[in-house]
């Protein structure tokens, strides 16, 4: 960040200049609410190892992380909470999410109880072993801002959502967690045929708490750590051209890990 005579924003992913409305759109915000006089210019760098697009989050990580860097470069001193607000809004009016920003805010593995930004919505959560490990495998993304603005999307995921919600709360468990995921990308009819044909791969081999990663052509499976090489295994053969890797569950949630400033 510096100062400039002109109002200037650059945004890279990994390197490359992108246009990242989310982002442009989270600077503008908070350069207007900066206390200190001139204009300034911004470049936001984003550096990420999930594939982007396809459903794993990455436009609410990154919408985290320019709102809560911002905040603290600016001096604008605004709360948790506010901080989120800005994220989420930002990720609402471009259609790249509705939830993430919320669920990201608090880690773990969470329910979306009650719609809204952090602060207003709530969020819950789901006890878990913390031997348990994530395995995802993409092929490639899907639009979210398509999903989201296609009625008959729209009018499945609210038919289905609701119930589904209401069933976790009333089995708060990973696995139950699991299984109506599956059951919600089947009812919504959002597998492709080859989402179907690498969850049922898992399936022959025992690993049935698997499903789609909303949006994008992406399967993800949960099992504890010394299983995730056999699930890998069968995603990478599953997967041959795209990506396929690890994680484990954070149970932190968005926060400042390093900020530097160019002077």
Known sequence: MEKSSHAVVEISI???????????????????SGREAGVRRIEVKHETHIPVGCGIGSSGAGAWGT??????????????????????????????????????????????????????????????????????????????????????VRTKINQYGGDMVKKIREDASPEELMH???????????????????LQLLDKKGYTTSSMALFGETLFAIGLADQTEEILRILKEWNKKGETFTANIDSIGARMVECEQDE
């Open 14 to 32: 990994n390197g490359r200049i992108e246009d990242a409305p989310v982002t442009r759109s989270i600077v503008q915000q908070m350069l207007k």
């Open 67 to 152: 709102a809560l860097a911002l905040n603290q470069l600016l001096d604008l001193h605004l709360t948790y909470d506010r901080v989120g607000q800005i994220a989420h809004r930002s990720e609402v009016e471009n259609q790249t999410g509705l939830g993430t920003v919320s669920a990201q805010q608090r880690g773990g593995i969470e329910i979306r109880t009650e719609p809204g930004a952090p602060g207003i919505g709530h969020v819950d959560q789901i006890p878990f072993d913390p031997d348990l490990r994530v395995v995802c495998s993409s092929q490639g993304p899907i639009s979210t801002k398509s999903m989201l603005s296609n009625p008959k």
């Open 180 to 198: 109506l995921s599956r059951a919600f990308s089947e009812k919504t009819m959002l597998l492709s045929q080859s989402l179907k044909e690498g």
